[in-house]
């Protein structure tokens, strides 16, 4: 199995006019073809764009060919792609992929256009406390809330005293816009016995802006007196 470029998603923002080159590198040389796809519109179909089949051939798939794409293949063991007059529609997360009997996938490479916007990171990352309805389940929800941050290139973590937690976390799978920013929600649920006042929750939001990730973080403490709360409000 070959290790693509990176095992994490990489992202690119550019505004429109250059052009952009994607690079992708894998490891095993017998793993002769590869492959360039994009997706756009977060989920949608995956598009062949380029195939090839190996060192110093990678053709441009109809109806790509003839347009705005090029690729390269100078080794077995990398590809890269080139994207001329970026524009609004060739926002896309583009994968690479490189196949002997099966194809491996990399994670892809986000690529955003920035429209008139500015590059803002979240303005707010607020943790709002759990529900007192949710009493009688024996499980608190947090939810943590982050908007006010453009473009959409973020992702949520949760800690519990400093130490990460990946149970119970359930995070929107896309940002929404709200105008010329953008929000994500994410959702933490713990056992009551969890939210006391001993515990310090912080929701973390990692955003990059084209060059740097910055961390943004909202927190809270749980409550001394939640059962009692739970009680009265029966
Ligand atoms: C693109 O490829 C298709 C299929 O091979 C071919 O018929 C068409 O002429 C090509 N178009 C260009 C612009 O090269
Ligand atoms: C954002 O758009 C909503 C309607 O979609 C509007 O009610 C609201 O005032 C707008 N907010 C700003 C800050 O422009
Ligand atoms: C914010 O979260 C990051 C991890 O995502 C952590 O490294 C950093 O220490 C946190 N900062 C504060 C002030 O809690
Ligand atoms: C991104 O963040 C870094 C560090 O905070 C800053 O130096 C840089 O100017 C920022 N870039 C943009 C496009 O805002």
């Known amino acids: 199995k070959p290790q693509m470029t990176s095992s994490r998603r990489s992202h690119q923002l550019i505004r429109t006019d250059p052009s952009v080159t994607l690079t992708c590198k894998q490891d095993d040389s017998q793993f002769f073809y590869m492959f360039w796809y994009r997706q756009r519109g977060g989920g949608g179909r995956m598009e062949l764009l380029v195939y090839s089949p190996g060192a110093s051939v990678a053709n441009v798939e109809a109806p790509f060919n003839g347009s705005k794409y ?137 955003f990059f802006n084209g060059t740097t990730t910055t961390y943004h973080n909202g927190s809270i403490t749980g409550e001394a007196k939640s059962e009692f709360l739970c009680s009265t409000n029966v």
């Open 70 to 206: 090029s690729a390269f293949r100078p080794t077995v063991l990398a590809s890269s792609l080139q994207v001329q007059a970026v524009e609004a529609a060739d926002a896309a997360v583009y994968f690479c992929a490189s196949s002997r009997a099966q194809s491996y996938f990399g994670k892809g490479t986000k690529l955003t256009v920035l429209g008139e916007s500015r590059v803002t990171a979240p303005t707010r990352v607020k943790v709002l406390s759990p529900s007192e309805k949710e009493c009688s389940s024996g499980k608190k929800t947090l939810v943590c809330v982050a908007s006010g941050f453009y473009p959409d290139h973020v992702s949520v973590s949760w800690m519990i005293n400093g130490g990460a937690v990946s149970k119970g976390v359930a995070t929107d799978s896309a940002a929404t816009r709200q105008n010329r920013t953008y929000r994500i929600t994410s959702r933490l649920t713990v056992f009551s016995e969890e939210w006391t006042s001993n515990n310090l929750f912080v929701c973390s939001v990692s």
